[in-house]
């Protein structure tokens, strides 16, 4: 089974420009987690969506960043303009929330940013 | 804002030693409190996880030791390997807000042979 996909791998971009990663959850999952890993700050929820819906973007931290679920197997992440402390490493996962107990959630490979 | 405490942030243990790893949380809603291993350039994979109705859980070489009224729980490593250098993280969710995950800062477990 293929797990949670993550692209681009690797993104290295210049101050000011957009940047988008994308994320497709296992399939049959039903919430989609965004997260940010800097050495400084540890692991970071963004946000986070519950059968497509955001429930909670307290995470996000300004208004340059964005986050989208058009459907069940497919989000985006946006950064517009990007920044230099926006380099980190950024991370997709997925769970089955059905409403009962709490569940595992799967990481993707991750998207290391690195903005010039 | 920390809801999920994690120590040590760093670990050196001999092969064959036993590793443990302790975290404490505040919130009395969180009802699954999982442990993530990460290796350098891969994203965090499940290792074991607990609910709150049991006090320990096994699995191979790793344990996980549950008190709930001391909103505590650790991971134990037996017989610690080379292979389980790596960081560790502690974490914990609730069903009642949405499975939204708390993770601790992680510990960096270094395995000497």
């Known amino acids: 089974d293929a797990g949670v996909i993550q692209s681009p791998r690797h993104e290295v971009t210049e101050m000011g420009q957009e940047v988008t990663l994308r994320c497709k959850p296992i399939s049959g999952h039903n919430s989609l987690f965004w997260y940010r890993q800097t050495m400084m700050r540890g692991l970071e929820l963004l946000i986070y969506?519950?059968?497509?819906?955001?429930?909670?973007d307290s995470g996000m931290p300004e208004d340059r960043f964005s986050a989208k679920m058009p459907n069940a197997s497919f989000s985006t992440l946006k950064i517009q303009p990007s920044e230099p402390r926006d380099s980190a490493v950024y991370f997709c996962a997925s769970s089955l929330f059905s409403g009962g107990l709490a569940d595992t959630q799967y990481f993707g490979p991750g998207t290391r940013l690195t903005v010039l | 804002q920390q809801q999920v405490k994690q120590s040590p942030q760093s670990l050196i243990v001999q092969k064959g030693g036993i590793s443990i790893i302790n975290c404490a949380y505040e919130?009395?809603?969180?009802?699954?409190f999982p442990w993530y291993q990460q290796f350098p350039g891969k994203g965090p994979a499940l290792l074991i996880a607990i609910r709150p109705d049991v006090s320990e859980k096994k699995e191979g070489r790793f344990t996980i030791s549950f008190n709930k009224s001391a909103k505590q729980f650790s991971l134990h490593i037996m017989d610690s390997q080379p292979g389980d250098s790596a960081t560790y993280f502690c974490a914990a969710s609730s069903s009642y807000n949405n499975n939204d995950m708390r993770f601790g800062a992680g510990t960096r477990l270094t395995v000497k042979p």
């Open positions: 969506f519950n059968n497509n819906v955001p429930i909670d």
């Open positions: 919130n009395t809603a969180f009802d699954y």
